[in-house]
Each structure stands twice: as C-alpha cells, then as structure tokens.
C-alpha cells in the first residue's frame, strides 16, 4: 500500500471473472506512510511488496531499479536507508502518473506493466495461490519475455529483470496452471478496449512502450516460457 494502492484513488473488488472489475475513483484527503509499519508485515507479504518496486523501477526509475539490485539484502532486511527512498520513488512516480490520468484513459496504464498475465493467473487460481505481488512478479517476466521477443527490450535487461526477481524469493509455482485458462482470463482484462488488449511493454530499464497488436501467439509463448502447460 505504501509503494502503490494507496495512491490514485482507485476503490476496487475483485470478482471472479477477474481482477478490480467492480469498482470506482474516489481520492483520498491523505496519504500516510510509515515505513517503521513495516516491520509487522509477515516476510512473504513484505517480498510481495517489493516486486511492486521493481515495477516502478522497470517502468520509470532506472535508478530505483539499481537501488534494489545494489541492497537486495538490505532491502529485504527492511533497512530503512533503503526503504525510504524505494518508497518515495515509488510514491513520486505513482502521483506523477495518476495526476495526469486519473481514470486510466492512456499514461495511466503504464503502471500495470506486469499486470495483464498476473491479474489473470491471480483470477484463475481464485485469488488464492498468489499474493498479488507474487501474481505480478510472474506478469513482470512473462511481459520481459515478450517485450524482448519483439526486440522491444535487450536480453540484457530482460535477464536483470528476472535476476532481481529471483533474488527477492521463491514464487509459487505455475506449472500445474492452464495456457487455455490463462488466456482466457487475459481476455477478460480491463484493458481490452474495442477486443483490443492494450500490453505494457518494457523497452528498457526505465522506460515503457504500450501497444495493441500483441498475438494470441505471443502471448502463448511467453505464457509457456513462464511454465504454465
């Protein structure tokens, strides 16, 4: 919450057929955060948190990225030297975002990088399997996978991407999930518009690109590479 929901107003519930379907906009007075809450936080929820940060830094802030890659350790100690700038990052990138597109119409749809194969596989799985982070850790590098299969992103940071990833912690499996449910549920994601789904692709460390021609094809493949059967 600190790093993501609790900025941009989104007042959403989950519904079976897929992620915040139901929902509104209705912006806080406040924002408080507390870094030292933190510390109450169980560990598979605070790693959970963390792959959120990592979102930030692929879609904005190489910086914020290489703050993690340098004190990963630190980072998931809960040193504060560390958490306080991740969360600010975080915070100024969200804000900056949501200012400019409150209701999603375009900008905002960069901060759901990730989030395309993630919703789904948190939708097929009854909300159950995954906290949310891990759900979009594994959105994250199928949507790596995909946007350097298009040569949108290099290899190299499509590996420091799942290297990160990797050094946060184990994420429940998805070997035994369906390709076919998958992408069923990615067919129902809020972000197809007119039957075109809008994919948030990575074209650096730092930098995004959003496009509307992603195939069922490709979408096959990265779900496939991600292990899914």
């Known amino acids: ?14 519904h079976a057929l897929g992620k915040n379907l139901i929902g509104a906009f209705h912006q806080p007075v406040l924002v408080a955060s507390d870094p030292l809450c ?14 959120e940060v990592v979102k930030y830094g692929v879609i904005a802030s190489r910086s914020l990225f290489d703050l993690l890659v340098k004190d990963t350790e630190a980072g998931l100690a809960r040193t504060p030297s560390v958490l306080v700038p991740a969360i600010v990052e975080s915070s ?3 804000a900056d975002v949501v200012t400019k597109d409150e209701r999603e119409g375009g900008l905002r749809r960069i901060l759901n990088f990730g989030h395309t194969i993630g919703h789904a596989l ?10 949310h982070g891990e759900a979009i850790a594994h959105g994250m590098l199928g949507a790596a996978v995909l946007s350097a299969g298009r040569r949108a992103l290099s290899q190299d940071d499509r590996q420091a991407i799942a290297e990160l990833i990797a050094k946060l912690g184990p994420l429940p499996a998805v070997e035994d999930l369906s390709i076919d449910e998958a992408m069923a549920g990615i067919g129902r994601d809020k972000k197809v518009v007119h039957g ?12 995004t690109a959003t496009v509307d021609d ?3 094809g490709e979408l096959r493949a990265a779900l496939g590479r991600l292990g899914l059967r």
């Open 1 to 14: 919450a600190q790093v993501d929901s609790s900025i941009g107003g989104k007042v959403g519930v989950n």
């Open 38 to 51: 933190l510390a109450t936080l169980p560990r598979r929820e605070f790693r959970s948190g963390l792959y």
């Open 92 to 94: 100024r990138i969200k």
């Open 122 to 131: 948190e939708a097929i799985t009854n909300y159950r399997r995954f906290r």
């Open 196 to 207: 075109k789904l809008h994919f948030v692709l990575a074209t650096s460390v730092g930098t």
């Open 214 to 216: 992603v195939t069922e």
